[in-house]
């Protein structure tokens, strides 16, 4: 089983994608970036937001991290939603993907994924 959290963007999520439903459709037909687990069980292990701009991803996950550790909710991969990429190409996020990216696989040890659902 995938354990997963997902980072979303403060601006985007529950003002043009309400509630994460894209995410949550995708996550059950294994679409998008979850066609990846066609063949395993996934348990979303937290969703949060960026912070807001320009973001404050790093400390947010660490909270999520030390909060799974505690709870017992381990989690294997970190996806920064579609609407974060959306952000970064159309409302002048200032957040550089690649690089966050890079940044959280060497502090957490864990894969990131960019993007979720196709929509």
């Known amino acids: 089983m995938a354990g997963i959290i997902i980072v979303s963007c403060k601006k985007i999520k529950d003002?043009?994608?309400?509630?994460?439903?894209?995410c949550?459709?995708?996550?059950?037909?294994?679409?998008?970036?979850?066609?990846?687990?066609?063949d395993e069980d996934l348990d979303v292990v937290a969703m949060g937001d960026c912070g807001d701009c320009p973001g404050l991803v790093m400390p947010k996950v660490a909270l999520i991290s030390d909060l799974?550790?505690?709870?017992?909710r381990e989690f294997d991969v970190i996806h920064l939603g579609a609407c974060m990429v959306k952000a970064t190409l159309?409302?002048?996020c200032p957040v550089d993907l690649?690089?966050?990216?890079?940044k959280l696989?060497?502090?957490f040890g864990k894969e990131v994924v960019i993007?979720?659902?196709?929509w």
Do not use: I, N, W
């Open 15 to 22: 003002v043009t994608c309400v509630s994460c439903m894209k």
């Open 115 to 118: 993007g979720t659902h196709p």
């Open 105 to 107: 696989k060497a502090k």
């Open 68 to 72: 799974a550790k505690v709870y017992d």
């Open 98 to 102: 690649q690089e966050l990216s890079a």
């Open 24 to 38: 949550f459709k995708a996550m059950r037909e294994r679409q998008g970036e979850f066609a990846r687990y066609r």
């Open 90 to 92: 159309t409302a002048k």
